[in-house]
């Protein structure tokens, strides 16, 4: 349905083909918006009662459901257009230098013990405000880029990892008083030759 939907939205987006990205990003913001709506965030089962109500609409309400998702959809391709930036050909040393804090948080985002409650919280933070838009990798790289300015404490501590969420959350919130991109995608010469 999502699917169809962004392709009736805007003809040029091919969610089979080179688009698949676009939809990737599309449909886990959509599942983070519903959870969200649903009120499913920091269950034990988000997962699996997300699915069972997503079911169930499919079943029982589809035309509801067809037109919740044309309606979200619509506002999700204009904030894509908004939020996204893609970059052909960018200077590699300027986005070294950018990704820096992302590479040094890494190790300590893979060894984190809840980096999926931190980072629904941040999803919620910005839905509320507002982004739905890249939820999920704007909340990863708000929290990464936190555990980096504090990568020389240990952050393991549960206070720790509160004061890390609450900041991240609130920068969360400021991004979405913010105009303009917030997610830059990177296209080099590699990208045209798979084409090919």
Request: aromatic residues 8%.
């Amino acid at each position: 349905m999502l699917s169809q939907s962004l392709q009736n939205k805007n003809p040029q987006i091919d969610p089979n083909t080179t688009d698949k990205k676009i939809l990737q990003i599309a449909t886990q913001d959509l599942l983070n918006y519903l959870k969200f709506h649903w009120k499913l965030i920091g269950l034990q089962y988000t997962e699996i009662e997300l699915t069972e109500k997503i079911q169930e609409y499919s079943q029982k309400k589809p035309k509801e459901l067809q037109q919740f998702i044309d309606l979200w959809s619509g506002i999700w391709i204009k904030k894509w257009s908004e939020r996204v930036k893609v970059l052909i050909n960018e200077d590699h040393m300027c986005w070294d230098k950018k990704n820096q804090y992302q590479l040094k948080a890494e190790p300590l985002w893979n060894q984190l013990p809840y980096r999926n409650e931190m980072k629904d919280l941040v999803i919620s933070t910005l839905i509320r405000n507002g982004e739905i838009c890249g939820t999920s990798i704007l909340a990863e790289n708000l929290i990464k880029t936190e555990l980096a300015t504090n990568s020389e404490n240990k952050i393991y501590a549960n206070q720790s990892l509160l004061n890390i969420t609450k900041k991240a959350m609130k920068k969360a919130r400021q991004l979405s008083q913010s105009r303009g991109p917030l997610i830059f995608v990177r296209i080099d010469k590699r990208f045209f030759q798979l084409l090919k």
